[in-house]
């Protein structure tokens, strides 16, 4: 159990095109999701927290008109990178996370984003 | 000096040998995150544990919570086991958000 997949795993883009973000919780009902960046060769930076059905808390340095994330329903949240450039290339990954697993992570297996 | 530290950075080790990678924190904290991370770029969650120790197959974590020191073990590694073992833990201070260590790479030759 606690399956989360992400959607999707691979994208290229055009600078100034945005790109949707799919997380998804399979078999549990996911009341927090987290979204981090990756760097190359970097650990894992937390860019955002949201909690289904309420607004997204972004961390320090993160744009929120950029990054913009819906939590709609317990299995779904979604980052949209708008108007993305090059510098936004990058891999990201959501974890999820429900008091019924003692509020452990679960991860996706990520997607990497490559803005031309 | 990093909230959460492991060690080594680096280890290269031959098909079969156990293998320990450490993890020492200086925060208080209610569980401790053990995640692996293939080239490919996935995480899995191998192991939460708040004391003693946990066994899944090959791999065991043990944490001791007075010392803030929390142990890997590979027993029989496989150059499959070959990937990034980070630790997190979650900071009372920032809400219970990870704090992550830099990661111990792990490359096992057959």
């Known amino acids: 159990g606690a399956v989360v997949s992400q959607h999707p795993s691979r994208v290229i883009c055009k600078s100034g095109t945005s790109v949707k973000i799919e997380c998804r919780s399979l078999?549990?009902?996911?009341?927090?999701m987290f979204w981090y960046r990756q760097f190359p060769k970097q650990s894992l930076m937390l860019m955002a927290t949201?909690?289904?059905?309420?607004?997204?808390?972004?961390e320090q340095g993160v744009e929120k008109d950029k990054f913009l994330i819906n939590h709609a329903s317990l299995t779904l949240s979604t980052l949209t990178v708008t108007s993305a450039h090059p510098e936004d290339s990058s891999f990201y990954i959501c974890?999820?996370?429900?008091?019924?697993?003692?509020?452990?992570?679960?991860f996706g297996p990520g997607t990497r984003l490559t803005v031309l | 000096k990093n909230e959460v530290e492991q060690s080594p950075q680096n280890l290269t080790a031959q098909e079969g040998e156990f293998i320990t990678i450490n993890c020492s924190y200086s925060v208080g904290i209610s569980a401790l995150h053990w995640l692996q991370q293939h080239p490919g770029g996935g995480i899995v969650s191998l192991f939460m544990l708040s004391s003693g120790k946990k066994k899944h197959g090959r791999l065991i974590a043990t944490i001791n919570i007075q010392e803030k020191h929390s142990s890997l073990h590979i027993t029989a590694s496989h150059p499959r086991d070959s990937a990034v073992y980070i630790c997190?833990?979650?900071?009372?201070?920032?809400?219970?958000?990870?704090?992550f260590g830099a990661g111990t790479i792990l490359r096992v030759k057959s």
């Open positions: 949201s909690n289904e059905g309420s607004k997204a808390t972004y």
């Open positions: 974890s999820a996370s429900s008091p019924r697993h003692y509020n452990e992570q679960f």
């Open positions: 997190a833990v979650p900071h009372s201070e920032y809400g219970n958000k990870l704090v």
């Open positions: 078999d549990f009902q996911a009341t927090t």
